[in-house]
Structure formats: C-alpha cells, structure tokens
C-alpha cells in the first residue's frame, strides 16, 4: 500500500474494504458533522453499512470509474477525500472531501485535494474537475476557492436528502487553469 505525505504526522492512503472497522469508529466520530452534508455517513449506520460504502468505491476503483482514500494523522483516521466520479473517457471528474473535528484546521484536506486534483489533471490528463457541495457547507466550499476552482453556479432543488430537496453548488477547474495554479506556486507549495 502506498502512503503520501501531506505533514509530517499525516499521510494520504487508500481507503479499502479491509479497513470497515477503522472507517467506522471514524465515521461514528465524525457522524453529528458529517450527517448533515455528506450521504456516505447516513448509508454507514453500521459496521455493514460502512462495508457496503467502503465496497462500492472499491468497484468505482477497479472500473476507473471512482476513489477513496483515507486521511491519517499520527496514525488515526481522521477524514479523506474521493472521486466520486471518474470519467476518463469524458474527462471529467468530481472530487469530495469529509473530516471530523480532528482534522481541521491543518490544511490536510487542501493538501489531499491538491494532490488528487494533480493525479487527475496532470497525470491523467482530465480536462475538467469538479466539486459539488450544499452552498451552506462553507468550510467546503472555501476549500474550493483556495485550491483555484471557480464558482459556476447554484443548482436550485438538486437532489432529495432526508426528505428534502437540497441545492448543490457547483465549482470547477480547467487542466490549462491548474497547470497555471501549480506553475504560480512557490516552490515549496509544489512538493504537494
């Protein structure tokens, strides 16, 4: 298994089946924050809801087709980030996050997405990335801003969430305006 760097007591690793016991105690830690935005925690109400979760981004991955992985700080799972959809045909894909308490406030999230922004622009050359979130989700959405993504709009009633209709805020990047974020970078910030 690899394992990236982002500090150094925290690493990017994948997220895999075998890992349903760890993603759950995590998943329960986080659950009061995370309920609210994101759909993989209310489909992980137990240890075999979080199988089922964990399982089905390991078919997205063996499709090409989608990703998981796992942020660890000093060892303990503490959020991760995810490409809900890959579309290599298209060139297109969808990247999310999610963390609980414990991984906030470090830049460990910007520094995942940062790097599966550069795997899917750069190295396999997708031509777009995007980020949906509830444009209430604040702290989501000022991820997207500081990586350089642009707000494209507001999907109004997008999707039905416990009952009700959410609405969905839309950014994205181009591969020509990452190359042109990474190539304004000081040095420092490109190791990532």
Known sequence: ????????????RPLEVWQTEEFFAHIE?????????IGFAAASPDLDGA??????YADRQAADAGRLFGIWDRGTLVGGCMYPTFDAKS??????VW???AGQGRGLITAAV??????????????RAEWHCDPRNERSWAVAKRVGMTAEGILRSSYPYR????????????????IAVREAEPKAHKAS
């Open 1 to 12: 298994m690899f394992a990236i760097p982002l500090t150094d007591d925290a690493e990017l």
């Open 114 to 127: 940062r790097l599966l922004l550069d795997h899917a622009l750069l190295e396999r050359g997708l031509a």
């Open 91 to 96: 060139g297109n894909c969808e990247i999310g």
């Open 29 to 37: 830690r986080a659950r009061e924050q995370l309920d609210r935005w």
């Open 99 to 101: 963390t609980e308490p």
């Open 51 to 56: 199988r089922a979760t964990l399982q089905r």
């Open 163 to 178: 009952g009700e209709r959410q609405d969905a805020q839309i950014w994205g990047i181009l591969r020509d305006e990452w």
